[in-house]
């Protein structure tokens, strides 16, 4: 998470100091989710953050790697009761969106 | 006349109807098939992937090879999918997959090649989404099996 949080002090804009945070907690969540398609998600997820951050991902690659992650969670998805899908989309296809939204182009502007 | 021509034409159509019944679900339910079509998917993935990962795009490239290839493989997810059109999880599952590999395919006509680490990472996704298929690994998952595997 140090590695993330690293990444995430990159950006300093106040406006979304809040989608910082609750992009934080949905990975922490996620990385503690019963579900391991979750966890892994979520580990992978920060690791593609960590790489944007470092330019080792360029902006396109994140974009589709996102893009497809939301692909797989949408198969997971079909496998979930309707009672752990709500739970399960918000840690997964949420967070993947909230990266692509405000993440990911608050950071490109940042480094 | 024969007294008995009429009971065997009924005879006749039950029985068709029975061999009709038999045969449809066979053709819906052969669930090893299904997996080891979707297997198939997989791999054929996979591979492609490996085929188009470099550090730098080739020196010569054979456009009409990556569309005959392209074509063959798109034909193979079309061809899963209709054989699986009945058991809707499943199709939506491989009608997903088709749309992974489309991605990888546009990135590839667009660049000629994958690069080494979003190859890395984009391998990683493919076997993580065969697997809730193939390799449920959690309690949730393999309920899963039989809601996104059978009939």
Redesign the interface.
Known sequence: MSKLNDALKQITDPAVADAKAEFQQLIADGKVA????VK?SAR?LEG?IV?LSKK??SAE?FE??V???K??A???L????LA?RKRAEKLTVNVLNLAATKIAPMLLAAI | MNNSSPHLSVLRGVLACLVAVLFSSCVTTDEPQSLARVQQLQSTHLTFIDTHTSAAAPASWDQSGFDSSVGRISQMFTQAAEADSKVTDRRKFVENSSILFQGDASRVQKNHFLSPGYAKNRKTQIQQNYDLLLAPATPAATGAVSSVGTN
């Open positions: 019963s579900q391991d398609f892994a992978q593609w790489d080792e991902l690659e589709e790697l893009g497809a992650q692909i797989l949408k198969n997971f079909l496998s979930q009761s752990a």
